[in-house]
């Protein structure tokens, strides 16, 4: 029996970025993306980590499920499935780091000066700051300039709810969940972009040393590796899921 299959898209970006991974995944007609806060309306403007887990769990219409989440999603998920070891079968985290500024005792992340600055662009500019973020997403993917337009216009046709992204992007800059990443017990895959452009590809290496017992890969692209169509990324990532189904 199949399981059902649970995409949570990242910070800033609507669901409809997920969708050709959703498409690969979908044979059974059992795959969804969730998208995050930020880019609709709300009935609330803030936000914390247990208010994002409960949105989540209201997604989650069955389980046990897949869990894959992209970036921010990928934080998400792995808290999630930390915390409810009984409903998630499997997890795949896209370009998700741990630690996603780097402190002390985690270099291979973002400079603290670097997300301080898109932090104030978001409060200063968020349409501004939102597209020079789909820029940062295209880099380094063989379709960039091509990609690039097609997020431009992505988060173009949304409504932004800068105070949500701006609360959003502070847990993201503030997130350590290597302690959850140690207390997972479902299959684990971490995939990675080598020229993401957000997260250090480095970060594989270390996670490969610290949590032996996930699955690293590493694909050419950045920080939207899934979407290089060119290099067929799009169906690896499917497989890897598909793998992980098939042990539930």
């Not at 603290?112 to 380094?140: H, K, R, V």
């Not at 216009?153 to 140690?182: C, H, W, Y």
């Amino acid at each position: 029996m199949s399981l059902p299959i649970v995409l949570i898209s990242g910070w800033g970006m609507p669901a409809t970025v997920l969708e050709p991974l959703a498409q690969e995944l979908d044979g059974d007609g059992r795959a969804c993306v969730v998208q995050l806060p930020g880019l609709v309306s709300e009935p609330g403007s803030r936000y914390d980590w247990q208010e994002l887990l409960n949105y989540l769990d209201l997604h989650l219409l069955e389980t046990p499920v897949v869990l894959v989440g992209w970036s921010l999603g990928g934080t998400l998920a792995a808290l999630y499935a930390s915390q409810n070891p009984d409903k998630v079968a499997g997890l795949v985290t896209l370009g998700t780091n741990p630690c996603f500024v780097r402190n002390d005792d985690w270099q291979q992340a973002m400079l603290p000066a670097t997300f301080s600055s898109f932090y104030a662009g978001m409060e200063e500019d968020p349409q501004a700051t939102i597209q020079q973020f789909s820029m940062l997403c295209s880099m380094g993917n063989s379709n960039q300039k091509t990609l690039m337009r097609e997020l431009g216009a992505l988060t173009g046709d949304v409504d932004l709810e800068p105070a949500i992204l701006s609360g959003m992007l502070k847990l993201l800059g503030e997130s350590n969940v290597r302690s959850q990443f140690a207390d997972l017990r479902c299959p684990v895959i971490h995939c990675f972009g080598r020229q993401d452009a957000l997260v250090p590809a480095d970060v594989a290496e270390r996670i490969e040393q610290d949590f032996p017992a996930h699955a690293v890969n590493v694909f050419n692209g950045g920080h939207t590796f899934f979407l290089d169509n060119e290099t067929g990324i799009t169906r690896q990532v499917a497989e890897l899921v598909a793998c992980l189904c098939s042990r539930g």
